[in-house]
């Protein structure tokens, strides 16, 4: 069993007994409070406490109830233990849950121009990440203002960082040669899936809660996530190459349902936007160590090995997607945006 399915279990049980429910995974509508001037936050996300998301929620919650004075209690429901991706945005509509931190493809559905965050090599490095995933860039700004979010009563709260994908699968990869014929899950989105087509390999989308499961039972050859994820999720355990490709980014927007907002008074509002802006620079401050301790973590185990690609190497796989797959996603993603982004590159 996996050590997040044994602390799931633990979890469920806990959560079982403190909301009165009869199963983990009942759905507790229409407890966020404010009949005695507190209010409840559940905020549901899919990964590990320990991964940059996971801490930054969990900084979210110390902020928002220490500065509430206790007004607003945040339940934090990790791992997928209460809404997985399947149905986490809809308990968010629904105000099953009132916060989540999904990642940009996640939203493909709802709102496809948040896989602007996808598009692979948008970086080339964590330090580049601000100077694109920020609120006040201009891919920034376009999703704090995205209508089709605010038509579905979400509201953006913050930009986190997970880090740079890593490919995992069980052959080395040192060039696009080396991935095609394979399968790889990926998260919902064209713009991955569009990625991996160039590549010549194959592409799943599936939630995240059923990888590692998906990995070990070979139902798809590989996966693409950085490291925090591959160590969290114990996908090395069944993944004998890792290739070091920093080829895509996954970033989280956190959101908030609309209606809880405004029902909230003003001056708690304030305090959920500060403690949003507070557990966003935090997030920023550590993934990156995250990352790197998921790294050793890996190494340490001996269960992977590691590739690094030369630059030579690096670049054979982003010209194979670069612009091409940019530009297929022209028409969804906003002309003028990708038009940005490919001047900064160069193109
Ligand atoms: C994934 O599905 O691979 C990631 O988006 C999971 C996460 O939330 O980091």
Request: glycine share 8%; charged share 25%.
């Amino acid at each position: 069993m996996r050590k997040t399915q044994v602390r799931g279990l633990a979890l469920c049980a806990a959560v079982a007994v403190s909301l009165s429910l009869t199963a983990c995974g009942a759905r507790g509508a229409g407890v966020s409070g404010g009949d005695d001037g507190t209010f409840t936050i559940k905020f549901s996300h899919v990964v590990t406490p320990e991964t940059p998301k996971g801490k930054a929620a969990e900084k979210f919650k110390e902020v928002v109830e220490k500065n509430s004075g206790g007004r607003i209690k945040v339940q934090i429901y990790p791992n997928s233990e209460l809404y997985g991706d399947k149905d986490e945005l809809q308990a968010l509509q629904s105000n099953s849950v009132q916060m989540l931190a999904p990642a940009s493809a996640k939203f493909t559905t709802i709102a496809p121009e948040l896989q602007v965050l996808d598009l692979p090599f948008l970086f080339d490095s964590v330090e580049d990440i601000p100077k694109v995933a920020s609120p006040e860039t201009q891919a920034g700004k376009a999703i704090y203002a995205n209508k089709a979010l605010a038509g579905k009563k979400i509201k953006p709260l913050g930009l986190w960082d997970n880090g740079l994908k890593q490919l995992s699968s069980n052959s080395e990869m040192r060039k696009p040669a080396d991935v095609a014929g394979h399968s790889f899950r990926i998260q919902p989105s064209d713009v991955l899936d569009s990625q991996f087509k160039k590549w010549g390999a194959s592409a799943t989308p599936m939630a995240f809660s059923e990888v590692y499961n998906a990995l070990q039972q070979g139902v798809v050859d590989g996966q693409e996530n950085p490291y925090s994820n591959i160590e969290s999720q114990n996908m090395h355990t069944v993944q004998k190459h890792i290739t070091e490709s920093n080829h895509g980014y996954v970033g989280y927007v956190l959101v908030i349902n609309t209606d809880f907002f405004n029902k909230l008074p003003k001056d708690l509002q304030d305090t959920v936007v500060k403690a949003a802006d507070e557990a966003s620079t935090f997030n920023r401050q550590v993934a990156a160590q995250i990352n790197e301790e998921a790294k050793q973590t890996i190494l340490k185990s001996g269960k992977t090995k590691i590739t690094k690609l030369s630059d030579a190497e690096r670049q054979a796989f982003k010209d194979a997607v670069v612009p091409s797959v940019w530009r297929e996603y022209e028409d969804v993603i906003g002309k003028e945006i990708i038009g940005e982004l490919l001047k900064e590159q160069g193109q």
